[in-house]
């Protein structure tokens, strides 16, 4: 059995590409707001809202459990409207050995299809794969979604 491996899926979604792509490209402090049941908090811990590189620390709550934390660099790739969180801390990184979430947004008709992906390493072979973080993404992006078109 591998321990590394990939998930995702495809939603599609009402907002401009760019409009949700500049939320996790420079306003990352708004997802609470979108999301308050999945997403608490989230603060700068290292950089800013918009340098790649920079360091973030969200507090959230997974399958009715909260007070958890995802300490996580972000890469960013403009050219695809992509950005990905590298898990560095935080109660992910208690059962992978790596973890990166990708939020990606294409453009798609008079909306988008977000393109939602974890790559990851599990530390021991009795962690499930990351099924419960796809859910979680998905429950953020319709968050963002509709926080973006009621604006």
């Keep these: 059995m591998s321990l590394k491996g990939k998930v995702g899926t495809e939603i599609e979604i009402k907002s401009p590409p760019e409009k949700y792509y500049n939320i996790f490209k420079g306003q990352a402090y708004h997802v609470p707001n979108a999301a308050p049941d999945h997403i ?30 995802f300490k996580e660099k972000v890469e960013y790739d403009d050219a695809n409207r ?20 990708t939020y990606q947004v294409v453009p798609k008709g008079t909306g988008s299809l977000a393109k939602l992906n974890i790559e990851y390493e599990k530390l021991r072979e009795d962690v499930p794969a990351p099924d419960k973080y796809i859910t979680l993404m998905v429950n953020i992006t319709k968050g963002i979604d509709e926080h973006i078109t009621k604006a």
Excluded: N, P, R
Aim: hydrophobic content about 35%; charged content about 25%.
């Design 40 to 69: 608490q908090g989230v603060d700068v811990h290292e950089g800013d809202w918009e340098t790649h590189g920079s360091v973030k620390i969200w507090k959230y709550t997974l399958e009715g459990k909260s007070g958890l934390v």
């Design 82 to 101: 992509s950005a990905t969180l590298i898990g560095v801390d935080g109660d992910i990184m208690q059962e992978y050995k790596t973890f990166k979430a």
